[in-house]
């Protein structure tokens, strides 16, 4: 694989968005969260503290459905702290949709004496608070999280993330090879968590499972960062 050659680099410095949310927050969980700070956007990449996050959902609309699981796993480039990772099974205010079930296999019977999201919000963003979150489609886990805590608390919340999704497309969707496939009316290249990582010879795991996903999103990362950039990148050129 050739490296990343024209870099992207988002416009919001979140390190001073954080800060600006700290101070308007009003729920005290909320809060801490956001005092805990951003890392400089200019940080190179060997140097963050990343936490990978999945999110199994009653279905793909974050104003309509809830969150029926949550993986999640510190890593940085040089290792992945599965010691430290946590899953949390959820009961959903929305209900189970048997297309839903087919993909993650939470059924009725595995969510009815879970907890709801707000038992497990505490440690969910004591996980999060200070790391740079890495997800696989970032319109899932930021999204449903913003949109569940709105309808719970009155608020919602942000975080920057680097999709590795979005990695993906940069490389197979966009520029000159994107455009000479569309032109010969080839079939793009799947950017599926799944078939992303075997383009870097990563093993197959079992989809759909939220901590078997994040651990497998971590991988991921660690892939593309060592195939297409460097571990001096700064993060903004990856984070959105």
Known sequence: ??????????????????????????????????????????????????????????????????????????FTLHRIYCKDAKQWILNPRQQLATESVIIHGITHSAINNAPDLMRVLEPLLAALAGRVVVVHYRYIEREFLHAALKVRLGEGICF??????????????????????????????????SDSRARYSLPFYKQHEALTDAVATAELLQAQVAYLYSPDTPVAELWR
Request: proline share 4%.
């Open 1 to 74: 694989m050739t490296r990343v050659k024209s870099r992207e680099k988002h416009t919001i410095d979140w390190s001073q968005r954080i800060k600006e949310q700290a101070l308007t927050a009003k729920d005290t969980r909320i809060r801490a969260f956001y005092e805990q700070g951003a890392v400089a956007a200019d940080t190179p990449l060997k140097d963050v503290s990343f936490v990978a996050l999945d999110f199994e959902t009653t279905g793909l609309n974050a104003n309509k459905d809830d969150i029926v699981s949550i993986g999640l796993v510190p």
């Open 160 to 193: 920057p993330v680097v999709d590795t999704m979005d990695l993906e497309a940069r490389l197979h969707r966009k520029g000159v090879k994107a455009l000479v496939c569309r032109l010969f009316g080839r079939k793009p290249l799947s950017i599926r968590l």
